[in-house]
């Protein structure tokens, strides 16, 4: 069974702080890596994707992939209180059947 | 910017009911998903197309199906609704060529009386 894990939180962390959210996943043959940040009560919206090992940045938002250690990375810079939301992490395996595996999310508060 | 429409945002219908959820695509996509999200069991895929007339089984297909009669649209059906059936549905898109982000559409929160 391919898997996708998060913890869950709630990740704490002050304003003007980075916050770090992890990802690993179970299929080393994995192809694409993508962060979705959902707030409560509203559906998915991409923040980023990665397919490269190493660092692809955004604006505050970087993604870390290191696909030896199968572990994916979201830092947010410069936290602020509308960060505050659940991220899911989600996983394109191997055999690009199209379809994404998704990680429970982690929960995120970034406090004033 | 790609647009994903649902057909509504809430819903009520009782048990027993046939149940329509429709979701439109702006965007030419070749694939559309249907998903719900329940708490503490995250996103789980019920049916997904990659071309009209095709539909392939996710992981929770049981009293679901589904119709795409053109490109943009994607229909959910719940032919006999039931209780356990409350739960938020998210349609999704994506394009071909990869890497296949997908596009969520604003969600319909059922509720199954």
Redesign the interface.
Known sequence: QKEVEQNSGPLSVPEGAIASLNCTYSDRGSQSFFWYRQYSGKSPELIMFIYSNGDKEDGRFTAQLNKASQYVSLLIRDSQPSDSATYLCAVMGAGNNRKLIWGLGTSLAVNP | DVKVTQSSRYLVKRTGEKVFLECVQDMDHE?M?WYRQDP????R?IY?S?DVKMKEK?DIPEGYSVSREKKERFSLILESASTNQTSMY?CAS?FIP??????????TRLTVT
């Open positions: 694939n998903f503490g069991l995250g996103l895929l997904f990659y996710g998210l994506s990869g890497p296949y982000e997908q596009y969520f559409g604003p969600g």
